[in-house]
């Protein structure tokens, strides 16, 4: 059974570095295959994917967002970590990891329930 | 960036009636690389879909999915209770987008 933990500050201010941590089980990232992406959630509105990070520590970024980013992984611990910088109100969201397993067909299989952050002003 | 388009907003439908929902790409997507979640309030969303048309393990299938190129679409035969939730498409080849959103509420 694959399931996958969000956990990280329910607020921060403005301008401050966001990071984030997925911790998973029942899935390795170092399996050929597997990757982890973190997709946020504005209250009300649409997903919006942001990065993703495989099992060969390659990593992709959404193209709005690229210059505030970065994902990275503890294969130890099984977590994947993502940093966003500089943040602001717009950026208040739920932030979901979810898990790839398809090999490059980069579509979910398995969420987290999200955690919900909010930026002050 | 392929951009997706779902239409419509909001389909009002009573149980046992069938929902088409649409999702339409600004370009082609490559190998048909389209998966559907259903998302219910408060939860993560649930993938449905897969490759366009491959149903993910453990759905139901009264749903259905087809398409290719720049239009594609979820259909669900028969609504349960249970179906009336919101529905993302996401295409994967050409990096990774969600389209706006179909809600599909109990009339």
């Known amino acids: 059974q694959v399931t996958l933990r969000e956990s990280g500050p329910a607020v921060v201010k403005r301008t401050q570095t966001l990071t984030l941590t997925c911790t998973f089980s029942g899935i390795s990232l170092t399996t050929r295959g597997v990757s982890v992406g973190w997709i946020r959630q504005p209250p009300g509105k649409a997903l919006e994917w942001l990065a993703l990070?495989?099992?060969?520590?390659?990593?992709f970024y959404s193209t709005s967002l690229t210059t505030r980013l970065t994902v990275s992984r503890d294969t130890s611990k099984n977590q994947a970590v993502l940093t966003m910088t500089n943040m602001d109100p717009v950026d208040t969201a739920t932030y979901y990891c979810?898990?790839?397993?398809?090999?490059?067909?980069?579509?979910?299989?398995?969420w987290g329930q999200g955690t919900l952050v909010t930026v002050s002003s | 960036e392929t951009v997706l388009t779902q239409s419509p907003g909001t389909l009002s439908l009573s149980p046992g009636e069938r929902a088409t929902l649409s999702c339409r790409a600004s370009?082609?997507?490559?190998?048909?690389?389209i998966a559907w979640y259903q998302q219910k309030p408060g939860q993560a969303p649930r993938l449905l879909i897969y490759g366009a048309s491959s149903r993910a393990t453990g759905i139901p299938d009264r749903f259905s999915a087809s398409g290719s190129g720049t239009d594609f679409s979820l259909t669900i035969t028969r609504l349960e209770p249970e179906d009336f939730a919101v529905y993302y498409c996401?295409?994967?080849?050409?990096?990774?987008?969600f389209g706006g959103g179909t809600k599909v509420e109990i009339k």
């Open positions: 370009q082609s997507v490559i190998i048909n690389y």
């Open positions: 979810a898990v790839s397993k398809s090999s490059y067909d980069y579509y979910f299989d398995f």
């Open positions: 996401q295409q994967y080849g050409d990096s990774l987008t």
């Open positions: 990070i495989d099992w060969d520590d390659d990593k």
